[in-house]
């Protein structure tokens, strides 16, 4: 493919919004974009469990409120959970105690959950994109367990990115990489700052020459502004300073900085810090973070014109 132009969209960090994802996908045609990405972190976080009673009817507790539903009501509700980024689950009493008290169960359910998710969404972005000229790169991220890999790859119109060198034009390439530095929560795809420089360097001697290269690597470059997180103290709760304000760190990756000082890709992709949307450039690059509000519903991205190996225009969406 060669063009001069291209436009390309954005976004990361959907933790299984069904309705955040529905918007990625259909962003190539609001935004008119020949290029859509979505950077990682595709997966829920929580099973919101739905109990059967007698009658016909059912009980779910949900964001704090307690629900009474019917036949009629059940399946809104369980898209409501879902567009949060949780999974709902029809279940007895019984049965959720078993699965409480058992966490090898628990993470089995979890993953079945997971996978139907990722395959629900894959099946609409197929149908959505199928014949159109339109090119569709969804990677997992850090939080992401591996089983969604095979689904992801599975895919004739989505493709995974993830650990690969792709030809986003004959001038224009892509390095993809859904891992995090290590994070308090040890989240599958979290490794070293020593493992994700050599994936960096594996990726960019399979390049060679080239003219114009994207980094989509999900975590950002440390200290660029758009990794600052709240600092959590020993349990885990963020620390506060002066007047009660959430006191902020940089909780990106030295690899990924040093690569990006080295390299000077034309622009580097990220997400994994959801409070730090924005953009960074360093030296030549141009580094963005779209940031996420996922849970509710909302999907933050950011359009990027390129024009003849040059950033020309970016603008960053929400809705």
């Not at 969404?121 to 890999?149: F, S």
């Amino acid at each position: 493919m060669r063009a001069s132009k291209l436009r390309i969209f954005f976004a990361s960090d959907l933790h299984g919004s069904e309705v955040c994802f529905k918007k990625f996908i259909n962003a190539a045609e609001f935004y008119k974009a020949n290029v859509i990405i979505l950077g990682g972190d595709l997966t829920g976080k929580f099973i919101v469990p739905i109990f059967e009673v007698e009658g016909g009817r059912y009980r779910a507790k949900f964001a704090n409120e307690d629900y009474s539903l019917t036949n009629a009501t059940l399946e809104k509700f369980m898209q409501k959970v879902r567009d949060s980024g949780c999974y709902p689950y029809l279940t007895t009493k019984e049965e959720w105690e078993d699965l409480v008290s058992e966490e090898s169960k628990m993470n089995s359910l979890f993953i079945d959950l997971m996978k139907d998710s990722i395959k629900r969404w894959v099946e609409y972005a197929e149908t959505k994109l199928r014949g159109k000229e339109i090119q569709c790169y969804i990677m997992p991220g850090n939080d992401d367990h591996y089983a969604i890999d095979e689904i992801l790859n599975a895919s004739e119109i989505i493709k995974n990115p993830h650990e690969k060198v792709v030809n986003i034009t004959d001038n224009l390439k892509m390095i993809s990489l859904g891992y995090s530095n290590l994070t308090p929560w040890r989240c599958p795809r979290d490794i070293t700052e020593e493992e994700l420089e050599q994936k960096i360097e594996g990726l960019m001697r399979r390049i060679g020459d080239v003219d114009e290269l994207i980094f989509n690597i999900h975590v950002p470059p440390y200290g660029s502004g758009i990794d600052s997180a709240p600092e959590l103290d020993e349990n885990m709760r963020p620390k506060l300073g002066p007047g009660g304000q959430i006191m902020m760190t940089p909780a990106g990756s030295i690899a990924v900085r040093k690569a990006i000082e080295k390299y000077q890709p034309l622009i580097g992709l990220h997400g994994h810090i959801h409070e730090a949307k924005g953009f960074a450039k360093i030296g030549r690059t141009l580094c963005f973070n779209p940031g996420s509000e996922y849970q509710e519903g909302i999907l933050r991205g950011v359009l990027i014109q390129i024009d003849k190996g040059k950033v020309r225009d970016f603008i960053f969406t929400s809705g």
